[in-house]
Structures are given as structure tokens and as C-alpha cells.
């Protein structure tokens, strides 16, 4: 028997993981106490590792397509297929008849994170799409816009606050999002013995509003209002005060302006919170001694998405909680990651809609449109048609808006490549899939999620069942990514020289760093995600810049398995600001103009149920429902509806609905509790396993529903085009 201790990649948690191997075999997985940043923590899907590396139905070999039929074949002939099928698209249509879709695990993978950067580098996708713009596009444009930095997300020193202000998020489920910290209830639980305070803002009462001080329902949509309204509070009381960063800040008049327009009397209504609720809510955070408001998914994916990032940051400035601890801090990582570099491309200030879509003519944001115009142009005839779709770490079938018309499309695609573990509901549509590494079979250290980290620490896991890269051998995903990306450029694969393209990328980011690249490449006798890190390390704030200083490098990493902390967040926003005017732009014109969508919002009244989504701590996303002991026991996938909701359609606990939108329909059983605030519904999202054709033999057993059928592609936020599934109008009658 041997013990490895390891990160786990699942979420934004990173729990320290002790791992008992014996043989081939994982025989136990359980917290790693001595994990300098988890120190024992750990959810029930930590646990689970070892089923996901042993789970049968994980693909293991390249599998390629012919009509029906999978064979899993070679890596040789895998690319070679992979050649013909996107140099085919090339020859036919040219380069703007491919794309690809990149999916979450990115972010939580040794391999992707850090290699997706090369691929997109490499492929020249004239449209990029990703789960981002169903995720957090709207923080990353209102960050871009403020800051000067789509990916430094502020995120709060809930360790340090006396007062936490929770907006759209359930970290009881999610364990943080754009907020990485472990044990996020166990924090509620010490604010509160530090005399401090919790309060969620949520349409339904979450496992997090339980363990919290105090629950405020909120009509779905409504937090930019209600925000606007406490930011009204705050200049009437005289209480904005911004403290440390109060020479950096442009724009204040501006909010003022704005915010004198929504007293907490104007929002309440549409809302559904009392203005007196509202008037102490703004109180209470401006007299707490630290305070952070934090916004997550719920503030995201709806209507107001941007209005509602943007105004997050905004109160914790107005309320002097800004870069300081306690407040609302940006995370120090130990080993930088290329999201942290700024986008030269943007060095005189961000222009958004520098292009269109071809169908529906959305507008680019940051590069990208609204994942939910994917289907149409596939579906779309006429030059600019997309014929060929490479998808990384992606279930757009489950993830994506307008799902169903989604899935018809990929049907219809020419050229299908899918880097992905599992033949699912997207990957089902593929021509070629390569399978990555299970999360055992490769190193790891987190990348892009230590930069809203709530402490600057840092662990390395080394692979606990190598995989052998050589040739013949199975490849790693950042080999697969920069193979895939060099045959989208139009290479040949003999031409393909992986080595050389990696050392290419390893020396532009040594220059970027100021390091150079030849007394780096000399040290190292392979390339990689290892060396990289190497890299990221010794030229991060703690780093020893290859002797030129004392300092940490990925060697220390290695000789300290439970990892190596050095301390809490720290100020850093002078340090990171990237605007062109050098201030933090308190009142983007761009995010400002929306106001009037705002107010007319209010007079509205949205008369019947609206639909929103949720997320269990035994599921991720859609991927996870096929480890038997996750999803085990009572049915997860019911519509959360309140009993008076319930009685007016006819519904009881237990009862089959029929669940409609302008989008789509389906049926699902009910679940009556008054944890939903009277007029809005939930469903969770990730489910729908009843596809044919797919290997997800326990999945199967569980299907549940697509929430996504009933999300319309069209509904998206205006500014950032991300979408909006939460707050989707819905009628909900018996089936
Ligand atoms: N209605 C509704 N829709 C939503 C949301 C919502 O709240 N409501 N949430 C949105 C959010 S926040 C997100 S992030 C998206 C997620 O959307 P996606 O990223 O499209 O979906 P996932 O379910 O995360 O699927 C991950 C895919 O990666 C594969 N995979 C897992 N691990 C690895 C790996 O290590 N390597 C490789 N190569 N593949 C791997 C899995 O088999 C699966 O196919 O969904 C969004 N959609
Ligand atoms: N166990 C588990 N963990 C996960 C994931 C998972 O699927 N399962 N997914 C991961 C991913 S990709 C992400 S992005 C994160 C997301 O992490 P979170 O943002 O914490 O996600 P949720 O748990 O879906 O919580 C969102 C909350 O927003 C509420 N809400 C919906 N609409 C509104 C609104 O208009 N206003 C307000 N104020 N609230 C609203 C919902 O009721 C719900 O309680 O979780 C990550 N962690
Ligand atoms: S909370 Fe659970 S899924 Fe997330 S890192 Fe920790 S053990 Fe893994
Ligand atoms: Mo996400």
C-alpha cells in the first residue's frame, strides 16, 4: 500500500487529498489534514478520484466514427483521421468553417489550462466559443472595463470580513466560485464568532442561506436594482468613504448621479425586498469594521448580468472595502498563469463588437459571442458556414442554451474532433475523440483559480499512475491540443514538430517575464506543463527568477507534499490596474448606458413563474453522473417549486409537471418546499443522460432532464452576451 497526496481537481476548493494505492489500485481516498490550505477539508467528491480513474465507461484509447460504429483505434491513425477531417473542412471551405468549444475542466486541468492558450494561438479560429459566456463573461468584461483585466477578479477575504454580503451564489453546493477558499460554511460559521455577519441574496433559500445570519429572497434578475439602491443608501447616509484606493477611483460623480435615481422605495417592488430591508442592509455594511458583497452565478447568467457584476465591486469601493483585508481583494498566486499577463491586443483600452456574428450579427465581446449562436451557424448555409468543430473539455448538448437545437446541429457537422474522457450527449456527435488523462494519471497544480485565491499557497501533485508520453504511448492533453491546433493551421502531421512548438511557446513567455529564454531552456531536459510551472514559479512573486534571487522554484514544491503557504491576501490593485487612464473606472460609459434597460425593467412585472438553476455538491456539472456513489439515493433532478405555487397549478410533492418556455418543454417531477421564494421555480442543471449512443452506463440509470431545453439562445445579457438562464419565464401545469 502507498499514500500520494494530491490536489484535487474537481472545483475551486483544491482540497489536499491522501490517496492509498494499492497495486493498480485506489483503495482509499480521504482528506490530507496536513494540506497547508485545506487542512482536512474535503466534499464527498474528492472522494470519488479513484471511481472516475476506474469507471469502466472512461474512454482510455482514441475512439474514431464510421456511421454508428465506434472503434477505438491507435494514436497514429486517430490523428491521421483527424488530418483529413479538418484539412477536408479547410480544402472545402476555407478556415472560417471551423471552430471549437472550450469547456470547464479546462480550467481545473494540469494539461488544458495551460496549454489551451498554444492551441488557440496555433488553430487561428477566426470565432472562439466556451462556457464562459454561460459562466462569468459578464465579471470578466465589467473587471476588463474597471480594471483593465478580464481574469484579476476581485474576490473576498472572507477570512478577514465581519461582514459577508452574498449575491447569487451557493457555496454550500458549489464550494466557491471566483472565490477560491476551503471550507466556505465552516468561514460563515467563524464570522459569526468574530461578531460578525452573513446574509444571502437568493431567490431560494440554499444550504448556504441556512448556515447564514439572514435570508433575502430576490426576484430573479433584480440584484442590479437592489444593488443600485444600497449604493442610493450609501451617498444619502454620507457613508461612502473609499479609503485606500480614494486616488484611484474616476468616475464617482457619475454613480452618484446615477445611483440618486434608485432609492431603495423604487427598486423594492421589483425586487420583492422591503426598501427598509434594502436602507439596512446598506447600513450594516457600511458600519461593519470590514465588509465584503459578493455576486456569483446568480448575478452572472441573467438579465442584468454586467449591470450586476459591475455593481458588486462598485458598492464594496463605495463602502471603502476595496483592496483591503477583509474587503474585496485580488489573489498574490504563487505560480502566475498566461490569463494573468495583460492582452497586449487591449493596451489602449478595450473595444467591444469589433466583428459580428454572421447569423444573428451578436456583437464580439473579449473575443467572443454568445455560446447559443453556435447552433445557428452550423445550421445556417451561406459562406462563413461552420462545418467543422473541435470541442475541448465540452458538453454544449447539456451546458449550452437552446440545447435541442444544438444537439441537432452537431449531427450535422463535416468534421467533429472532441479532446474529452467520456462519449456523451456532445461527444456522441464526434468524428474523432482523444481522450485526456484521468486526473491520476498527471500532475497537477492549479493555474487560473489561485488568482481569486483567499490565501497565496501552492501544492504539486505528481502523477500517481504515470502515463508514458513516448512515442507510441499515450499522449498528454498538451500534446493532443498542440497537434490539433498545428493540423487546424493547415500542418501535416509528419510536419507537426510538438517539441519545437512548445519550446517556441515556453520562450515567449520567458521573454514576457523578462528571463532569458536560452539559460532557462538549458536547465530543463524535457518540456511541458512541468517546465512551464517551473517558469510560472521562479518568476511568480515568491520565485528565485532562476537564482537571481532566494526564492521558491518547483523543486521546493516537490520536496513539501502538503503544499507551501505563504500567507493571506495582500493589496495589490496599484500593482495590477491596467487601465488606460490608470484609475479604476468606477462608471464605464459602455456598462453605465444600461441603466435605462434598468429602470424600464422595474415597471415591469413579470406575472407568472420564472425558472432558475441550481447546483447539488454531489454533481458537477454534467459529468460526474456517471460515479455510482454520487448519485445514489433519492432523485436530485426535481423542479423546486413553493407550496403555494404548487396548489395554484395543481401540483403536489412527488407529481409529474410539464415545464414549458417559448424555448421548449418537459417533464419533471416535482419537489414542493417553501425554500423557494413564492413565483420562481428551480431545476438543476447537468442532467439529460437518456441520449442514445452515448457510454455512460451509470448516467443512464439517473437521466433526469436538460434544463437547458428550456433556456431561449436569444435571452442574453445585451452588454457581455452571456446567457440567461436564470429567470426564464416558464408555465408549470401537471403532465
Ligand atoms: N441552465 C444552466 N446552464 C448552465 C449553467 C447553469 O447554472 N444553468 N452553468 C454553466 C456553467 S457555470 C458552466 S461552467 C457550464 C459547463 O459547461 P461545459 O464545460 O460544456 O460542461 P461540463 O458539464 O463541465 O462538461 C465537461 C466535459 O469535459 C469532459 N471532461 C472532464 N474532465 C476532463 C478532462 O480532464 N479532460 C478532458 N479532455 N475532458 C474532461 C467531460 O467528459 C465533459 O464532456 O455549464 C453552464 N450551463
Ligand atoms: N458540486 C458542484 N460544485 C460546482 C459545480 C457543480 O456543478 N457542482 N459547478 C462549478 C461551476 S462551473 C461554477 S461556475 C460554480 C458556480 O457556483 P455558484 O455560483 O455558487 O453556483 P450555484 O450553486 O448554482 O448557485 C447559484 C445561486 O444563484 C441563485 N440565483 C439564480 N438566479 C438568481 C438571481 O437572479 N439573483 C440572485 N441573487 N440569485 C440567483 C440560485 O438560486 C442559486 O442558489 O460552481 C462550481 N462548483
Ligand atoms: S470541495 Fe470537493 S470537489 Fe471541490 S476540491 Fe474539495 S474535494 Fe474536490
Ligand atoms: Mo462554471
Redesign the pocket.
Known amino acids: 500500500m502507498s499514500v500520494h497526496y494530491r490536489t484535487c481537481?474537481l472545483c475551486e476548493a483544491m482540497c489536499g487529498l491522501e490517496v492509498h494505492v494499492e497495486g493498480e489500485q485506489v483503495q482509499l481516498i480521504r482528506p490530507d489534514r496536513d494540506d497547508v490550505w485545506s487542512k482536512g477539508y474535503i466534499c464527498p467528491k474528492g472522494t470519488t478520484l479513484g471511481h472516475l480513474h476506474h469507471d469502466p465507461d472512461r474512454l482510455r484509447v482514441p475512439m474514431v466514427r464510421d456511421g454508428d460504429d465506434w472503434r477505438e483505434v491507435g494514436w497514429d491513425e486517430a490523428f491521421a483521421r483527424c488530418e483529413d477531417l479538418l484539412h477536408g473542412v479547410l480544402g472545402r471551405y476555407g478556415k472560417d468553417a471551423l471552430t471549437c468549444?472550450i469547456?470547464?475542466?479546462?480550467a481545473?486541468?494540469f494539461s488544458?489550462s495551460r496549454y489551451v492558450g498554444l492551441y488557440i494561438g496555433l488553430a487561428q479560429h477566426p470565432v472562439v466559443y466556451s462556457?464562459g459566456t454561460?459562466?462569468?463573461w459578464p465579471k470578466n468584461l465589467s473587471c476588463m472595463l474597471m480594471y483593465g483585466q478580464m481574469w484579476w477578479i476581485p474576490a473576498p477575504d472572507i477570512r478577514r470580513t465581519h461582514y459577508w454580503l452574498v449575491l447569487g451564489g451557493n457555496p454550500q453546493a458549489s464550494q466557491g466560485?471566483l472565490l477560491a477558499c476551503p471550507d466556505i460554511l465552516g468561514e460563515i460559521e467563524r464570522i459569526r464568532a468574530r461578531g460578525g455577519k452573513t446574509v444571502v441574496v437568493d431567490p431560494r433559500r440554499t444550504g448556504t442561506a441556512d448556515k447564514a445570519d439572514e435570508w433575502v429572497p430576490i426576484v430573479p434578475g433584480t440584484d442590479a436594482a437592489f444593488l443600485l439602491a444600497v449604493c442610493n443608501v450609501l451617498f444619502d447616509d454620507g457613508a461612502v468613504d473609499l479609503g485606500d484606493v480614494a486616488d484611484l477611483v474616476a468616475g464617482l460623480d457619475d454613480v452618484r448621479a446615477i445611483a440618486s435615481q434608485f432609492p431603495p422605495e423604487r427598486v423594492a417592488a421589483a425586487c420583492r425586498i422591503p426598501a427598509e430591508t434594502i436602507r439596512r442592509i446598506a447600513r450594516e455594511l457600511a458600519a461593519a469594521p470590514r465588509a465584503a458583497v459578493y455576486g456569483r452565478?446568480g448575478t452572472c447568467?441573467q438579465e442584468f448580468g454586467t449591470l450586476a457584476s459591475w455593481l458588486v465591486d462598485v458598492v464594496n469601493i463605495l463602502s471603502g472595502n476595496f483592496d483591503r483585508p477583509g474587503g474585496l481583494m485580488f489573489g498574490n498566486p504563487i505560480a502566475w498563469g498566461v490569463s494573468s499577463l495583460p492582452d497586449p491586443q487591449w493596451a489602449n483600452g478595450v473595444e467591444i463588437g469589433r466583428w459580428r456574428s454572421r447569423v444573428r450579427g451578436a456583437p464580439e465581446v473579449l473575443g467572443q459571442v454568445p455560446v447559443s449562436c453556435l447552433a445557428e451557424e452550423i445550421a445556417t448555409p451561406g459562406p462563413g458556414q461552420v462545418r467543422g468543430l473541435v470541442?475541448?473539455?465540452?458538453?454544449?448538448v447539456?451546458?449550452?442554451?437552446d440545447a435541442g437545437l444544438l444537439d441537432d446541429a452537431l449531427a450535422t457537422l463535416e468534421c467533429m474532433i472532441?479532446?474529452?474522457?467520456?462519449l456523451?450527449e456532445?461527444?456522441r456527435h464526434s468524428h474523432v475523440i482523444l481522450?485526456?488523462?484521468?486526473?491520476l494519471e498527471q500532475p497537477h497544480f492549479d493555474d487560473l483559480i489561485t488568482m481569486w485565491a483567499s490565501r497565496s499557497a501552492g501544492n504539486f501533485s505528481p502523477a500517481i499512475f504515470p502515463v508514458a508520453s513516448s512515442p507510441g504511448g499515450r499522449p498528454a492533453?498538451w500534446e493532443i491540443l498542440t497537434r490539433l491546433g498545428a493540423l487546424c493551421a493547415g500542418m501535416k502531421n509528419v510536419d507537426v514538430d510538438v517539441s519545437a512548438f512548445d519550446d517556441g511557446y515556453f520562450t515567449a513567455l520567458c521573454e514576457a517575464k523578462g528571463i532569458d529564454p536560452s539559460v532557462a531552456l538549458a536547465r530543463y531536459d524535457a518540456g511541458g506543463p512541468e517546465r512551464l510551472l517551473d517558469l510560472q514559479i521562479r518568476t511568480g512573486p515568491f520565485g528565485d527568477r532562476y537564482g537571481e534571487r532566494a526564492g521558491l522554484s518547483l523543486q521546493d514544491f516537490r520536496d513539501n507534499p502538503h503544499g507551501i503557504d505563504m500567507g493571506p491576501m495582500v493589496p495589490r490593485v496599484r500593482e495590477l490596474l491596467n487601465t488606460p487612464s490608470g484609475m479604476i473606472e468606477l462608471a464605464p460609459p459602455y456598462i453605465t448606458a444600461d441603466v435605462e434597460r434598468l429602470a424600464s425593467r422595474l415597471d415591469r412585472s413579470d406575472g407568472g413563474l420564472l425558472l432558475v438553476?441550481?447546483?447539488h455538491l454531489r454533481s458537477?456539472?454534467?459529468?460526474m453522473h456517471n460515479v455510482k456513489v454520487l448519485v445514489k439515493g433519492k432523485d436530485r433532478c426535481t423542479l423546486l417549486i413553493h407550496p403555494d405555487d404548487a396548489r395554484a397549478a395543481g401540483l403536489a410533492d412527488g407529481k409529474l409537471a410539464r415545464v414549458s418556455s417559448e424555448s421548449g418543454s418537459l417533464e419533471v417531477a416535482v419537489e414542493v418546499s417553501d425554500e423557494m421564494m413564492p413565483g420562481v421555480v428551480s431545476?438543476p442543471?447537468?442532467w439529460g443522460h437518456d441520449k442514445p449512443g452515448t457510454r455512460l452506463s451509470v448516467a443512464r440509470e439517473h437521466a433526469g432532464v436538460n434544463?437547458?431545453l428550456l433556456?431561449p439562445g436569444r435571452l442574453v445579457d445585451p452588454l457581455s452576451g452571456n446567457?440567461v438562464?436564470?429567470g426564464i419565464p416558464v408555465e408549470v401545469v401537471p403532465a
Open positions: 481537481p468549444y469547456g470547464n475542466p479546462t481545473h486541468n488544458l462556457a454561460v459562466d462569468q466560485s452565478i447568467n470541442t475541448i473539455a465540452g458538453n454544449p447539456i451546458s449550452a442554451p472532441s479532446v474529452d474522457n467520456y456523451n456532445t461527444t481522450p485526456g488523462l484521468s486526473a492533453e438553476s441550481r447546483r458537477n456539472n454534467s459529468w431545476l442543471h447537468g434544463n437547458n433556456a446567457a438562464v436564470n
